[in-house]
Structure formats: structure tokens, C-alpha cells
């Protein structure tokens, strides 16, 4: 086995007696991802299906003066073509990406679709999309977010109204709100500010003073499967839409308002979701819902690669300017910051997240954080894992290692030193709860990475850095089913789409509270008509809320069958246990009644009993935010530039790891995309707002060269609500790698690099050979 | 639209004859016209390898071949490696060291790794790093597919 990665196991099976939670469990649907059973998207067919293929705008500020349509659908095998004109009726709103399918008289940024043609051979319908005719009127691009919030800036678009922030609430709860866009236009989308105590006098207290500006380029959540969506209208007036998706009752929720359809009328099955990290949420639906409406035939949309790198919903491009002060005993005195976010042409950029986080890690009684979330002409953002955490950890993480540096302190001990801690205040008020930061900082310190640094240090142009990262999560209200088969076994059924291994740990959750082997329990995620309500799998809280449902659905099912026993045990249900597939009498385990038995007795013709179902339903306020530290080796070229990753540990916080298999595999693929960040992803546009890399060679993901095993501890700090602790997984683990190995660059070549990614070319600037 | 072509080759050990879209790629027809659906697209420009298939021992990118250029070879795709309804050892492995995610890379990444072990019995980790970069995996940061490889070695050696 790669001898790096280790694991630190905790006591299992135990002293808590867990047989289910807490186990190395193999995914629930591993075979069928093996042998390419699995049905995504694009996997679907239907008698009638007409693919559907967009034109996407040509310019990033421009003018419809008039579409002609007329050679496109002379095409032969061409079924119709869509514009804004006339496609079915739907409640539009131009503020909000999401409600709007194509512009009638504007494009807002390269790439925005603006028309679709239907066929039943997509290349037919892509061939055709090429000769839909647009006069253009090209407007001047607004490009850089930093110049676009001073007055006078030229507007990138007409003035927002009535903007819907509901899907960025799913990723993470924080009890702050931004202020809209008011007063004169300008293209401030929203602005928040963050103030506590006087930031004048932190700084006069300060003995190093680090001042400096920060930039994370755009990056793509780069799913390896493109947006994928099927929709059909079929004659009884029900809307299904098969989709890969996070979030499907959300989905159901926005195409209810759009179309003006009840709730019931709308199924969506949200397919296998290959990869989606946030960007998978709601985009492609709403068009491909009114596409099947207007031609009463089943529509497949796939995305090709490029059209999902230009009109996609990627992470933002972010310039954060940082001022920190310190005194020589390393306390972090003051911190003040403007954190400007650039949203594309739409809002939605995560700002709120950056500026909780970059005054959140550390207790500092003087700060002065604003944010500003800033319309572009490029295309609009969304969430990647974390959405808006890694910019605004790369600023403040790297202000940590320049003043512990410039003080001669060790940049862990500052670390741990200012380490928030439960009852400590984030920026905007609000308490921590029982958080883990300081114990990821303790286990990181006996990481080999860490342990090995001065070692490696020794040899020239190598370095190792640190740095921490965390996530808030979300929270919204979750439940389960858990229903007796008459065999025994139990089916549980959520609403959450899987997207992580999580229905895996609900069938540990279930199997431990019936105290059932696990193979007698079995996990479905239903579709919106048949699965009980889920909030969107996003905001890491699937398991953390979900996954409290199942388990009081099965202690629901549990309680159900107590009373029902307690006639042939003699016995009340406080003096019954469950084990072993049985209900039996605490102490005297020969009196019993086995699970199949109930599951007889409940379904049988004329059985006594009702049919045994377990109902679990909860609403989740307070969060439990997961904290990571983080260690990179790296080794620089200082001729070429070139920065080779030698090793990398993560330790992180799970609270505790249901499936420690699945959270160690979060761990590292968040790793992962946070050292893309680093090193290698970059959107690049030229000064007229076109794309230049919308593909998988020239815009860079990091391949199995690039990495080597990722060292991995897993840290237990119990939740106070998650069921056996668990707190918040998904999100973390992309957070702090951009600023490790920024700080790992510093200690191995003396540069400081101010903008992720780290290209060669931006080391050897920060080293003045360029 | 150009007349179809008619071709035969060997798929997942059976031979076959079809009358293939000269302009199709392997990929398009081997999942539109077989309902083969494991090998999937993920960019259409031989960059991920989600398509990756086995042609005469080669590991390729489907997505860049066109349909009359299998004629005559023998292709092996995800859906041909079980035996006898179990699973290859390679498969079998990824389960067990938790080497998939999302899955949507997985039947390109089970090729590749396959086509990795069938040259190479006792690949060193170096050696499994560069056999898998043509093939992209956004979920594991790869950690856990090197160990599915390294797993599927030792019960390999093990036989």
C-alpha cells in the first residue's frame, strides 16, 4: 500500500459499542461505478428524444440587434429553434442567472446562451446552432472588478431588482445579510461590512505590521461530467426531469415558480451526479424544462466540455487587500480588510463566506472587514466546495507566516495561539460552537510532512508550509423513512441526492441504531415525488442533517416495535434492547421476537400489527464547522520556475467519521482541488472577456503526476447535533492548500507569490528574473 | 450524411458486424449505437480519459478514434472486464480501497489501471503515477486509486 497515506484509527467497536458507525465501509453502489452500470445523465434514452444544442454569445458585452433563424431550420433533420422570443412562457427575471433563459436584447458575458436548436442527432443540432445569424451591437466589456467599483466605472449591465439569494444560503448559514445594490447604479452587486472594536488602535498596539494585496484566479469545479439534463412534459401535464444534480427539490422548487406549475406536478430525478462540488445546484434545468414544454417531446442537453467551461457557473476571481498587525508575543492585534469579489454578470459571488472566514479563524479584538461582490461582463459564478473560503484563506494565511516570520515566531505556535475556540465570536457575532481547530493544528504538528521539515528543509529550494482552513456549513431542515421489510430487512429512503458516499453512512447510521448487520439495511435516495423533503446535498450537510433524520427514523421504527412487543414479552419498552436482528428483554435475551418476525406480523394477510414505519424529520440551527490544517513539501526550480509537490498532509476535524473510508477520501480530493488552485487552475480571458483555455488541456486539473499520496488524519472533535458527533466533511479539505503551499514556496526560495495560481512564470517574477 | 460503413471487429470477445457513422467516433457508437454506455465523455478531445478503452492491447482515447478506424480490432470497454460475473481484480479493488467517487471517471480509470497491470505485474508507485495521468479523477485526489492499484497487485501475485 502507498506507504504515506496513514490514518490515524481511533477505538472502534468498543467502548461505545458501535458495530456499524465508525467502520471502514465499501460503497453502497461500488459495483455498479466498477462495471459502468451506473446511469447518469446522458445514459438515459427515450423513444422521440430530440437533442437539444445552444448558441452561445460570441462577444462578453453586446446588443441583439435581430436573430435569424431561417437557415438553421432549413437544415435537414432539424426539429426547431429557440429564442427568447419564443420559447414557452415562464416567470422571468433578469437579475438572477437562474431565471433567465435567453436574453432578448442583451449578453452579458461570452458564452451566454441565446438560442437552442433541437434535433434528433446532436450533431445536426450543434451544425445548425452555427448558422443561427445574430447582428451584434458590441458594447465595451467591463473586465476588472477592482476598477468596476469606483464611480464613473462604465456599467456592465442594467440596474439588479429583486435578486434571489436562495441558492447561495444552501452552502452555508451565516445570521448576515448584504446590502443590496442601492442609491445611484454602479456595479457593486452587494457590500457587506464587518466592524468590532477600533482597528487604529490595534495597529498603534502592533509590533509587525504586514500590509498586502491577494489574488485567486477564477477557477472550474471541473466535474469530469459535463451539466447533463433530460427533460420531458408528458400529456398528463407532469414535468420530469432527469438531471445531474445536488440538489433536486430545489430544483423542483424554482421550475414550480417559473412555470407556475404545483409542486406535485414536477418530478425531478436527480441522476448519478459525476462530480459536482457545488457547481451542480440548478442551471441547465430550467431551459431544458421549457424546451420539452414547447415540443410535448422528451430533451437531452449535454454540455460539451467547452460549453460548460464557458456558460457554467464557476468560482470566483477574488482581489483581497489585508492589513494584520502583531505584538512580538504573537498576539494578532488588529485586522482590517477589503475583500472585492468578482460575480460575473450575474450576483452570486460567495463574498459573505471570505469575509466570515478571513476575520474567523483567528480571535482579534480590532477588525474592519469589507466585502464587495462586483458585476463583470464575464460569465457568472457559483459555488466550488466552499465557495469563497480558499480566497480569503490564502490572504490571511499567508499574513500569519509573514508576521510570525518577521517576529521570529514558530508559525504553528501563532497558529494555535490565536486559534478560535468555542464561545469565541466570528465576525459578524455569532459564537462558535464546539469547534476543532486547535486539535487540527495538534495533529498536523505529528504529521510526517511537518515532522520532517527541518530535514527537508536542508536541501536547497525546498520547503514545507502550513496553513489552516475551515468551512461554516449549511443548515436546513431534513427526514427519512425507514420502513420493515417481511424478511427483516429495512429500507431507508432520503431525498438527498448521494453525491459523496453519504447514503453509505445512513446505512451504517440505521444499521447501528437496530443494531442490524449492514448488509439488512439498504439506502435510496427517491425522486422529488416519492423521497421525503432534503435540502440540496450542499454546504457539507448531508450527513450532519440527514443523516440525523435516518437515525431518528430508525429509532422511530425501533420505538414502534417496542410497544407493539411489549404484549408477547411482558415486558415495557424501556426494558427491551435491540441486537443482533431481534427485539428482546434487557437480560434475558431468550425472550425475543426477531425483526423478520415483525416484518411477518406486520404485512401478512389479516397480520395484527400495522405496517412498521419509521418517520424521522428534524429542522438543524446550529451548525458545526469543520476546521483543517495543512502541510505542503515542495521544491522550486529557481531557473525554471517550476514547483514540484513532494508531499502533502491534511488533518481535519469530522467530528466523527461515520465512514472514516469516505471522509479520508473527501479529505484528500479536497486536497487535491485546493492544490489545483495553487499551482495549476486558472480561467484565463483576454481583454475582450473571451475565454482562452475552456478545455482540459490548457486549462490545467491536477493528474496523478502531479500528486503524490496525501497523508491523512483524521481529527474527532464531537458535534453537538450531528448523530454520533459528525459535523460538517465535504468542504474543508479544499480550503488551505493554496496558502500551504504558498508558504512552502516562501521557506523553500525566499518568494512571495501574491497570486494563486503559482506558475512558473509568477515564481520567477516574485524572484525578479522576469 | 455520408452512407454507413460497414465494418466488423471483436468486442469484449464477441465478434461483430456493424454498419457504423463514418463521421462517429469509437465512443459515440460503441454507447449510441451498442448501448455500451460505461465508457463516458467527459471532454471529447482526449484529454480525461473517461473513454478509455482497450484496441489491441493499446489503452486509447475513444473519443478520438473514428468508427471505421476500430474495424477489424479487438476492443475491449468497461463492460468486458468481469468474468464469469465476477469482477476483475482491478475492480474489485477500487471497491475496496475506496477508490471511487463520483464514478464517472472510474470506467476510463479501471482501463488504464488494467492496461497497466496486464504490462507491468509489479508496477512501483512512480510507475502507477505515470501510467494514470492521461486519466483525470476531480473526486480522490487519486490517494486511494494508487491504493486500489497497489491492492490489485498484491491479490494479483497473491494467485
Not at chain 1, 442594467?158 to 445579510?177: A, F, I, K, N, W
Not at chain 1, 431525498?495 to 440505521?510: H, K, L, R, V, Y
Request: proline share 6%; hydrophobic share 40%; net charge negative.
Amino acid at each position: 500500500m502507498a506507504q504515506e497515506t496513514k490514518v490515524r484509527e481511533t477505538q472502534r467497536t468498543d467502548a461505545n459499542g458501535h458495530h456499524a458507525v465508525g467502520q471502514r465501509v465499501k460503497r453502497l453502489e461500488g459495483a455498479a461505478k466498477v462495471t459502468g452500470k451506473t446511469v447518469y445523465a446522458d445514459d438515459i434514452k427515450f423513444p422521440g428524444l430530440l437533442h437539444a444544442k445552444a448558441l452561445y454569445a460570441p462577444y462578453a458585452h453586446a446588443l441583439i440587434k435581430s436573430i435569424d433563424t431561417t437557415k438553421a431550420k432549413q437544415l435537414p433533420g432539424v426539429h426547431s429553434v429557440y429564442t427568447a422570443t419564443d420559447l414557452p412562457h415562464y416567470n422571468r427575471n433578469d437579475s438572477n442567472r437562474r431565471n433567465l433563459i435567453f436574453p432578448d436584447k442583451e449578453v452579458l458575458f461570452y458564452g451566454q446562451p441565446v438560442a437552442a436548436v433541437l434535433a434528433e442527432d446532436p450533431h445536426v443540432a450543434e451544425q445548425a446552432a452555427g448558422l443561427i445569424e445574430v447582428q451584434w451591437e458590441v458594447l465595451p466589456a467591463v473586465l476588472d472588478p477592482v476598477a468596476a467599483i469606483e464611480p464613473g466605472s462604465p456599467l456592465v449591465r442594467d440596474p439588479l431588482s429583486d435578486v434571489d439569494r436562495s441558492e447561495e444560503r444552501g452552502h452555508v448559514s451565516v445570521d448576515t445579510q448584504e446590502t443590496e445594490q442601492e442609491g445611484a447604479p454602479s456595479n457593486i452587486a452587494s457590500h457587506a461590512p464587518f466592524k468590532r472594536g477600533d482597528v487604529a488602535a490595534g495597529f498603534a498596539e502592533a509590533d509587525v505590521i504586514v500590509e498586502r494585496s491577494w489574488k485567486s484566479a477564477m477557477v472550474h469545479q471541473s466535474y469530469i461530467e459535463p451539466h447533463s439534463t433530460v427533460a420531458d412534459y408528458d400529456i398528463t401535464g407532469e414535468l420530469k426531469v432527469w438531471t445531474s444534480t445536488q440538489a433536486p427539490f430545489y430544483i423542483r422548487d424554482e421550475l414550480a415558480q417559473a412555470f407556475d406549475l404545483p409542486e406535485n406536478r414536477i418530478r425531478i430525478i436527480a441522476t448519478e451526479v459525476g462530480g459536482g462540488f457545488g457547481g451542480k445546484i440548478y442551471l441547465t434545468e430550467l431551459m431544458v424544462a421549457a424546451l420539452a414544454i414547447a415540443v410535448k417531446r422528451p430533451v437531452k442537453y449535454i454540455m460539451s466540455r467547452k460549453d460548460d467551461m464557458l456558460a457554467a457557473t464557476p468560482a470566483p476571481f477574488a482581489h483581497i487587500d489585508l492589513k494584520t498587525g502583531m505584538t512580538k508575543d504573537g498576539t494578532l492585534t488588529a485586522l482590517e480588510a477589503r475583500l472585492i469579489y468578482d460575480s460575473g454578470a450575474f450576483p452570486g459571488a460567495p463574498m459573505l463566506a471570505g469575509c466570515m472566514l478571513i476575520g474567523g479563524y483567528y480571535r482579534c479584538d480590532n477588525i474592519d472587514i469589507q466585502g464587495y461582490e462586483v458585476l463583470t461582463n464575464k460569465v457568472s459564478v457559483g459555488a466550488l466546495r466552499a465557495p469563497g473560503a480558499h480566497n480569503a484563506t490564502f490572504a490571511i494565511e499567508s499574513h500569519i507566516d509573514m508576521m510570525a516570520k518577521e517576529l521570529g515566531l514558530d508559525p504553528l505556535e501563532v497558529r494555535i495561539k490565536n486559534a478560535v475556540e468555542e464561545g469565541d465570536l466570528m465576525p459578524n457575532g455569532q459564537v462558535y460552537p464546539r469547534i476543532g481547530l486547535r486539535e487540527c493544528l495538534e495533529a498536523i504538528a505529528g504529521s510526517e510532512v511537518w515532522r520532517n521539515r527541518r530535514a527537508v528543509e536542508a536541501t536547497p529550494n525546498r520547503g514545507v508550509g502550513l496553513a489552516i482552513g475551515g468551512w461554516l456549513g449549511g443548515l436546513q431542515p431534513a427526514s427519512a423513512i425507514c420502513c420493515l421489510n417481511p424478511d427483516g430487512t429495512v429500507n431507508v429512503t432520503v431525498g438527498s441526492a448521494d453525491i459523496t458516499g453519504t447514503n453509505t453512512s445512513f446505512q451504517q447510521i440505521a444499521a447501528e441504531v437496530l443494531k442490524l448487520p449492514l448488509e439488512m439495511v439498504n439506502v435510496t435516495s427517491g425522486d422529488t415525488k416519492t423521497a421525503p423533503f432534503a435540502g440540496m446535498s450542499a454546504g457539507s450537510k448531508t450527513t450532519y442533517t440527514v443523516g440525523r433524520a435516518v437515525l431518528l427514523a430508525a429509532e422511530d421504527m425501533k420505538q414502534q416495535m417496542f410497544e407493539l412487543a411489549k404484549q408477547r414479552l411482558e415486558v415495557e419498552p424501556e426494558d427491551m434492547e435491540v441486537a443482533e436482528g431481534r427485539v428482546q428483554v434487557k437480560g434475558a435475551p431468550d425472550r425475543a421476537m426477531t425483526f423478520q418476525r415483525f416484518g411477518k406480523l406486520s404485512t401478512n394477510f389479516g397480520a395484527p400489527f400495522p405496517v412498521l414505519v419509521g418517520r424521522g424529520a428534524i429542522t438543524a440551527r446550529k451548525s458545526a464547522p469543520g476546521f483543517t490544517a495543512q502541510a505542503a513539501d515542495v521544491e522550486v526550480d529557481p531557473e525554471t520556475g517550476d514547483i514540484t509537490l513532494h508531499a502533502f498532509a491534511i488533518a481535519q476535524d469530522a467530528g466523527f467519521a461515520i465512514n472514516p473510508l469516505s471522509v479520508e477520501g473527501q479529505m484528500q480530493g479536497g486536497a487535491s482541488q485546493g492544490l489545483g488552485i495553487a499551482l495549476w487552475e486558472e480561467m484565463q480571458y483576454d481583454e475582450h472577456g473571451r475565454l482562452l483555455n475552456p478545455n482540459l488541456l490548457d486549462y490545467r486539473l491536477p493528474t496523478s503526476r502531479d500528486l503524490p499520496p496525501i497523508e491523512t488524519i483524521i481529527v474527532e472533535v464531537p458535534s453537538e447535533e450531528g448523530p454520533f458527533g459528525a459535523r460538517i466533511v465535504g468542504e474543508p479539505s479544499i480550503v488551505a492548500g493554496a496558502a500551504a503551499v504558498g508558504n512552502a514556496v516562501f521557506n523553500a526560495c525566499g518568494a512571495r507569490v501574491d497570486e494563486v495560481p503559482i506558475t512558473p512564470e509568477r515564481l520567477l517574477r516574485a524572484l525578479g528574473k522576469l | 450524411m455520408m452512407p454507413k460503413q460497414l465494418i466488423s471487429l471483436t468486442l469484449n470477445g464477441l465478434p461483430r458486424e456493424l454498419a457504423v457513422e463514418p463521421s462517429w467516433t469509437l465512443l459515440e457508437t460503441v454507447r449510441e449505437a451498442l448501448d455500451l454506455t460505461g465508457p463516458k465523455e467527459g471532454c471529447g478531445t482526449g484529454d480525461c480519459g473517461a473513454c478509455s478503452m482497450i484496441v489491441d492491447g493499446r489503452l486509447i482515447t475513444s473519443c478520438l478514434m473514428l468508427a471505421p478506424q476500430a474495424a477489424g480490432r479487438e476492443i475491449t470497454t468497461i463492460e468486458g472486464l468481469q468474468k464469469n460475473g465476477s469482477l476483475d481484480p482491478v475492480q474489485q479493488a477500487f471497491i475496496d480501497a475506496g477508490g471511487l467517487q463520483c464514478g464517472f471517471c472510474i470506467p476510463g480509470m479501471v482501463m488504464a489501471a488494467r492496461h497497466l497491470l496486464d504490462h507491468n505485474r509489479e508496477p512501483s508507485l512512480t510507475e502507477i503515477r505515470e501510467a494514470l495521468a492521461g486519466n483525470l479523477c476531480r473526486c480522490t485526489g487519486y490517494t486511494k486509486i494508487y491504493e486500489a492499484v497497489q491492492l490489485a497487485t498484491e491479490r494479483m501475485a497473491a494467485r
